[in-house]
Structures are given as structure tokens and as C-alpha cells.
């Protein structure tokens, strides 16, 4: 497999019409189009809501055989946009706090990449499932994508997640909250190699442990319509790239054109790519 995903499958619920989403759904998706194996670590609720989450993981060519079943409720957000940027009002507690392998049920085979996020680990049985598989892969590149979500989460948290990653990305708002220095991040984390700043109509900025350091400008693909899931996107089409054994920089350029496209776009999986 190349890459494992963790965390919330979920509803975004956007003018009362539901959108299927999750920051690590909304990722493997797009690496699935961008032609990479992909399967999602979550779970969801035996509600109509549930069944059509299968059904739309299936259809996006992400595997459901790590999406479990649960007696809370599937997860929906909901999601208000304002001038192009989405804000979220995220519903506790849903099917995605509780996921945990079934007993007996191995581990799947160590990915190339394991994807995670930080909302997910707000519930003690998922963050503990997402500490098994952590240990679980130590030898796998590990992408750890922030996104930092209302209150739900803790710079101790944070700091725990960065140190399991091989690649980090935030965003400058986050970097900000965070009171962290990317470039300095290297001596505390042995693990990490890149990091990468996404700072939304500017682009990105990278660096890495070799010292590198560069701007990567965005890549317009017409007005923004929306920036729901451009983000995921853009990590999606970066860690392809890397797999695909391009340079860091060609990565950042395939991140910044995919997000792009994605921001031109309604909803966080445009079918018209």
C-alpha cells in the first residue's frame, strides 16, 4: 500500500446539503486519483449517513477495509463559508472518536506513507489506535498534516505528533498559535525531514533538514470558489510527487497547482478536475 490514512471520515454539512470530507479522506482521495493505493483508517455509524460514507469512499477508489462501524453517530460538520474561507462547527461525540481495530483484526502491511492529522486524536480510543499504528510503522515516512480544528488540541499534542513525522506542514496561522520555528524544529526531531508552510494565495515555504529553504508561489487555477479541502490537496499531490521520486521543490509546485485547482473549484473533491 502506499498510503495509510488516519482519522475522521465525516459530513460537511454546507448550506443544509451534506459533502462528504475529513481532512485524511479528503487526502486519500485525491493520492487515489493521482493514482496511488490508498486506504482510510476510520470509523463511522450504522445511520444512513454511515452507509453513504462507504459508498462514497469506494467511489473515490480508497479502500474500506480499515473503515469500521460503531454505535455513535457518523460525523458531520458543519461548515460556513465566507468570502471563499470555510469555518466549522465540529459535532462531539461521533463514530470517528471511537476508532479501534476489532479484536483479532491485524494491522495492515506498513505503508509507504502514513498520513495523520491532529483532530482526530481528540477521542482517548482513537488516539490510542493512532498511537499503535505510529509505533506500529516506525519504519514508514509518516505525514503529519496539523490542521488544527477549534479547540481540539493542545500544543503538547502537537509537539507528541511532529515528533513521529517525517514530513510536517502547517499552515502560517498555525505557525503562529503554535509559537514554533520551522526551520529550527530539525534538532529536536530526528525523524523530520520537511517541513512545509502553506500560506493560502502566497504559496508555501519549505525547508529542509539539509538546510534548504525556498518560497513555492500558488498556482491559480481561477477565482477561488471556496478553499474547502484545497489543503488536503495539496498534501495529497505532494507526497505523490515524492513517491514518484521528484525533487522537493517539483513537490511543492504539484502541491500548489492540485490546490489550486481544488480552491477554483466547489467542495473539497471536485469531480471536475
Excluded at 519549505?206 to 470558489?225: H, K, M, Y
Aim: with cysteine; aromatic share 8%.
Amino acid at each position: 500500500m502506499d498510503v495509510l490514512a488516519f482519522g475522521e471520515v465525516l459530513w460537511d454539512v454546507i448550506d443544509g446539503v451534506p459533502h462528504i470530507g475529513g481532512a485524511p479522506f479528503n487526502f486519500a482521495a485525491h493520492a487515489a486519483r493521482l493514482g496511488l493505493s490508498c486506504a482510510v483508517v476510520s470509523a463511522v455509524g450504522n445511520d444512513d449517513l454511515g452507509r453513504r460514507a462507504r459508498a462514497e469512499v469506494v467511489r473515490r477508489g480508497v479502500s474500506d477495509a480499515y473503515l469500521f462501524e460503531n454505535a455513535l453517530p457518523t460525523g458531520t460538520v458543519d461548515v460556513t463559508v465566507k468570502d471563499g474561507i470555510p469555518s466549522y462547527s465540529i459535532n462531539c461525540p461521533v463514530a470517528w472518536d471511537e476508532i479501534e481495530f476489532p479484536s483479532g483484526l491485524p494491522l495492515p502491511s506498513a505503508p509507504r506513507f502514513v498520513y495523520f492529522g491532529t483532530l482526530a486524536s481528540r477521542g482517548k480510543v482513537s488516539s490510542a489506535t493512532l498511537g499503535k499504528l505510529l509505533a506500529a510503522y516506525n519504519d514508514s515516512n509518516v505525514f503529519f498534516d496539523v490542521n488544527l480544528r477549534q479547540d481540539y488540541w493542545s500544543r503538547e499534542q502537537v509537539l507528541a505528533g511532529i515528533a513521529h513525522a517525517t514530513v510536517l506542514k502547517l499552515n502560517d496561522d498555525e505557525v503562529e498559535m503554535l509559537k514554533l520555528r520551522p526551520s529550527e524544529l530539525f534538532a529536536d526531531n530526528p525523524r523530520l525531514g520537511i517541513v512545509v508552510v502553506t500560506r493560502g494565495p502566497e504559496g508555501c515555504e519549505v525547508f529542509t533538514r539539509e538546510g534548504e529553504r525556498f518560497a513555492s508561489p500558488a498556482i491559480s487555477d481561477g477565482p477561488v470558489v471556496d478553499t474547502v479541502g484545497a489543503g488536503d490537496s495539496f498534501s495529497a499531490a505532494f507526497v505523490a510527487a515524492l513517491l514518484a521520486g521528484k525533487s522537493v521543490k517539483a513537490a511543492a509546485e504539484a502541491g500548489n497547482r492540485l490546490g489550486g485547482r481544488v480552491a477554483a473549484r466547489a467542495g473539497a473533491i471536485p469531480d471536475d478536475l
